[in-house]
């Protein structure tokens, strides 16, 4: 019985250690890219936080009026062409035809980086205090 034991132990044993090795796979050779040196264009986040800035512009030009405002918000959209100028640049919410109008004016003087076909339209969400 204990050699009946002994030769299973074995045959496990050596099944184990014959198992085969896994096919190695051919090295694929690496693809190749040519670098060109570019800027990248800036990202929206960067563009955005720079409106912000120029909205307040706008905003405190409107609190040194005779009526200013404690307040201002609602939203400025923003059409991009492809070549990252903006077409259009419409506020909406805002409750002063002078404020809005300088808002408007912000985007549209505002530059982004190149956008994909068809271009883009973002939406701006405008909270002055």
Do not use: Y
């Not at 990252?84 to 805002?94: F, Q």
């Not at 549209?108 to 701006?124: D, H, L, N, R, Y």
Request: charged share 20%; aromatic share 2%.
């Amino acid at each position: 019985m204990t050699s009946r034991l002994l030769l299973s132990a074995v045959l496990v044993l050596s099944v184990i250690g014959c198992k085969k090795k896994p096919a190695e796979e051919p090295v694929q050779p690496q693809p190749t890219a040519t670098v060109v040196e570019t800027t990248p264009p800036p990202s929206s986040g960067v563009v955005v936080a720079t409106m912000a800035q120029q909205f307040q512009v706008c905003f405190d030009k409107e609190k040194a009026t005779s009526n200013p405002p404690s307040s201002a918000a609602g939203t400025l959209t923003v059409k991009i062409e492809t070549d990252g100028k903006v077409s259009s640049a419409t506020a909406a919410g805002i409750d002063r035809p002078s404020l809005q109008t300088c808002l408007e004016d912000v985007g549209k003087a505002t530059k982004f980086g190149p956008q994909e076909p068809p271009g883009a339209s973002i939406v701006v969400p405008v909270n002055l205090k």
